[in-house]
């Protein structure tokens, strides 16, 4: 079993950053890829990026590329998620994901909510315009 933290979401302006963060307990990274989602109200729980436990594989959608960088820490059971530039769109509630299954850019089975198998509580993050 695994649980899952977010943390460092809050109220910002468009242009500013946010660092996210997604703790791990009860077992460690090694093994499970990880990825961040995010869900605006009203709509579907959206992909955002995911990266592998090694940290040599990362994916992310295209709305947020060369925006957003999302890395790992083993040593500290820990994901990040650093928003740079954010805009009022990226308004949502963002939650980390663990998968026990590999993410590989065949198929983009890793963009849906069904391929991982653990969920953070999500943290709300607020872009104003």
Do not use: H
């Not at 649980?3 to 950053?17: H, I, R």
């Not at 990880?34 to 940290?55: D, L, T």
């Not at 990040?80 to 530039?85: A, E, I, K, T």
């Not at 308004?91 to 993410?103: E, S």
């Amino acid at each position: 079993q695994v649980q899952l933290v977010e943390s460092g979401g809050g109220l910002v302006q468009a242009g500013d950053s946010l660092r996210l963060s997604c703790a791990a307990s009860g077992r460690t990274f090694s093994g499970y890829d990880m990825g961040w989602f995010r869900q605006a109200p009203g709509k579907e729980r959206e992909f955002v990026a995911a990266i592998n436990w090694s940290g040599d594989r990362i994916f992310y959608v295209k709305s947020v590329n060369g925006r957003f960088t999302i890395s790992i820490d083993n040593a500290k059971n820990t994901v990040f998620l650093q928003m740079n530039s954010l805009k009022p769109e990226d308004t949502a509630v963002y939650y980390c994901a663990a998968t026990q299954r590999p993410i590989i850019s065949g198929g983009r089975s890793y963009v849906s909510p069904s391929f991982y198998d653990y969920w953070g509580q999500g943290t709300q993050v607020t872009v104003s315009s």
